[in-house]
T-cell receptor
Framework: GIQVEQSPPDLILQEGANSTLRCNFSDSVNNLQWFHQNPWGQLINLFYIPSGTKQNGRLSATTVATERYSLLYISSSQTTDSGVYFCAVRKPRGTNAGKSTFGDGTTLTVKP | DSGVTQTPKHLITATGQRVTLRCSPRSGDLSVYWYQQSLDQGLQFLIQYYNGEERAKGNILERFSAQQFPDLHSELNLSSLELGDSALYFC?????????FGPGTRLTVL
């Protein structure tokens, strides 16, 4: 199956710093999402971004599908940004096209 | 709030027992997905239903089964429970490509 690798596995920042999280995937995908899992376990949608660039406030994401990676940028980080960030991908066709594969996540800790 | 609801929020049971987890998708969403999140396995896709039909299957154990009803809600049945089944079980729904997750059911098997 498709492999998804996220880096770095852990990241500790001071409030106000910027960061870049990376997601590499091993095969062509037509569906890529970024999620934030907060300390209460809730999975929050950040971006649906199979290709291109999107921005939402302090967060932005870029996916280069031809090179099989996606980047999540967090600017001016806040303590509420702490949690685990997941990338999830799906293949376009074939058996189990609906199956999502998640990376292991990046655990972000923002210190005041 | 994603609009996806799951019940119960917490479930504590004993080994060998059977439980049913329930999911109501967002209004209008035809697809429902089930995931298991455990400390050692991460987030694992279990199964997808689309408008009542099974559409995709992941590493779902034979002791686990699911179905989607005509009103589009879904149930995940876990039987002959083992200690290793303790996990957070998520349901997600979608109408097109973007999945939205419910708050999860935390299952503890003692």
């Amino acid at each position: 199956g498709i492999q998804v690798e996220q880096s770095p596995p852990d990241l500790i920042l001071q409030e106000g710093a910027n960061s870049t999280l990376r997601c590499n995937f091993s095969d062509s995908v037509n569906n890529l999402q970024w999620f934030h899992q907060n300390p209460w376990g809730q999975l929050i949608n950040l971006f649906y971004i199979p290709s291109g660039t999107k921005q939402n406030g302090r967060l932005s994401a870029t996916t280069v599908a031809t090179e099989r990676y996606s980047l999540l940028y967090i600017s001016s980080s806040q303590t509420t940004d702490s949690g685990v960030y997941f990338c999830a991908v799906r293949k376009p066709r074939g058996t189990n096209a609906g199956k999502s594969t998640f990376g292991d996540g990046t655990t972000l800790t923002v210190k005041p | 709030d994603s609009g996806v609801t799951q019940t119960p929020k917490h479930l504590i049971t004993a080994t060998g027992q059977r439980v049913t987890l329930r999911c109501s998708p967002r209004s209008g969403d035809l697809s429902v997905y089930w995931y298991q999140q455990s400390l050692d396995q991460g987030l694992q896709f279990l199964i997808q239903y689309y408008n009542g039909e099974e559409r995709a299957k992941g590493n779902i154990l034979e002791r686990f089964s699911a179905q989607q009803f005509p009103d589009l809600h879904s149930e995940l049945n876990l039987s002959s429970l083992e200690l290793g089944d303790s996990a957070l079980y998520f349901c997600a729904s979608s109408v097109a490509n973007e999945q939205f997750f419910g708050p999860g059911t935390r299952l503890t098997v003692l």
